[in-house]
């Protein structure tokens, strides 16, 4: 099984935005972005059911600012990031699942990427 690839990270200065990419090799049942910041342990972000569409899982600090999205013609999932905060400043992961309920820590998901660096400047 081929694990997700993340990319679109980099550096921006607080009040910008970013996407993440995140190319999956199938769908599966719950997807989702969790980060880890220096020094800190690894938290969820957002995390939905792909058959309803709903999220299953969002992070307080994020919500209003975060979203995903599906692309399943190009197999690939998106995290917009609007009004970027230097607290959000972390790694960014992403995770697949085919089981439900769709867990909120990365450690539980099946398949996990390696990562994607986020830098907000103030």
């Known amino acids: 099984q081929a694990q997700p690839a993340e990319s679109g990270g980099g550096s921006v200065q607080a009040g910008g935005s970013l996407r993440l990419s995140c190319a999956y090799a199938?769908?599966?049942?719950?997807m989702g972005w969790f980060r880890q910041a220096p020094g800190k342990e690894r938290e969820g972000v957002l995390v939905i059911n792909t058959v309803t569409g709903g999220p299953t899982y969002q992070r307080d600090s994020v919500k209003g600012r975060f979203s995903i999205s599906l692309d399943n013609a190009k197999n690939t999932m998106y995290l917009q990031m609007n009004s970027l905060k230097p607290e959000d400043t972390a790694m960014y992961y992403c995770?697949?699942?085919?089981?439900?309920?769709?867990?909120?820590?990365?450690?539980?998901?099946?398949?996990r990427g390696q990562g994607t660096q986020v830098t907000v400047s103030s």
């Open positions: 995770a697949a699942d085919s089981r439900l309920p769709c867990r909120s820590r990365f450690d539980l998901f099946a398949d």
């Open positions: 199938s769908r599966r049942r719950c």
